[in-house]
């Protein structure tokens, strides 16, 4: 059975750092690309970050680019997110999924973790 | 970045009825189009990728179509575990994007 369990979310205050984790079993982590995306209190879902096999690629949103770092432990089979310069507006339920490639090449996350929430508040 | 847009942001309806939620990108996307759907404080659920196959265990009651711009999900026949907030998403792009959400209500 796939699970993606995150941890690491918390209060944090505004230009604060925290780093995020996503623990992933029941399949072989090293084949699949992985995401993180988020979700503020009573609005829709953001996609944040994007890592692919091997680290060939990495993309970031413009929202959290030049702050946020996605990366990945094969060996742990683990995905991280580290968080820096943090500001009101990413206070969000912040989830790791598991991307899987459709026969005409297209992405879609088919696996979610059940998220990890993150507070930046003075 | 490609912008999507749901419509409607929010519908009520009856079990049994049939149901169609529309999402346009602002630029071609080909097929490159998934729908989710999500209960409340639960994660997100992939229900149709590749805007028309339907992932493994999702009812057949669900359906997508479209291709390009526009593109639509089709619940045929409501039941009381579908009321809950559908998502398009984009992945055409390497910067992926939701669409706003539509929440389906019971009237």
């Known amino acids: 059975e796939v699970q993606l369990v995150e941890s690491g979310g918390g209060l944090v205050k505004p230009g604060g750092s925290l780093r995020l984790s996503c623990v992933a079993s029941?399949?072989?982590?090293?084949?699949?690309?992985m995401n993180w995306v988020r979700q503020a209190p009573g609005k829709g879902l953001e996609w944040v970050s994007t890592?692919?096999?091997?680290?060939?690629?990495?993309y970031h949103a413009d929202s959290v680019k030049g702050r946020f770092t996605i990366s990945r432990d094969d060996a742990q089979n683990s995905l991280y997110l580290q968080m820096n310069s943090l500001r009101a507006e990413d206070t969000a339920v912040y989830y790791c999924?598991?991307?899987?490639?459709?026969?005409?090449?297209?992405?879609?996350?088919?696996?979610w973790g059940q998220g990890t929430l993150v507070t930046v508040s003075s | 970045d490609i912008q999507m847009t749901q419509s409607p942001s929010s519908l009520s309806a009856s079990v049994g009825d049939r149901v169609t939620i529309t999402c346009r990108a602002s630029?071609?996307?080909?097929?490159?189009l998934n729908w989710y759907q999500q209960k409340p404080g639960k994660a997100p659920n992939l229900l149709i990728y590749a805007a028309s196959n339907l992932q493994s265990g999702v009812p057949s009651r669900f359906s997508g179509s479209g291709s390009g711009t526009g593109f639509t999900l089709t619940i045929s026949s409501l039941q009381p575990e579908d009321f809950a907030t559908y998502y398009c998403q984009q992945s055409y792009s390497t910067l992926r994007t939701f669409g706003q959400g539509t929440k389906l209500e019971i009237k």
């Open positions: 630029q071609s996307i080909a097929n490159a």
């Open positions: 999924a598991r991307d899987r490639t459709s026969h005409s090449g297209s992405p879609y996350f088919d696996y």
């Open positions: 890592i692919s096999v091997n680290n060939k690629y990495i």
């Open positions: 029941g399949f072989t982590f090293g084949s699949y690309s």
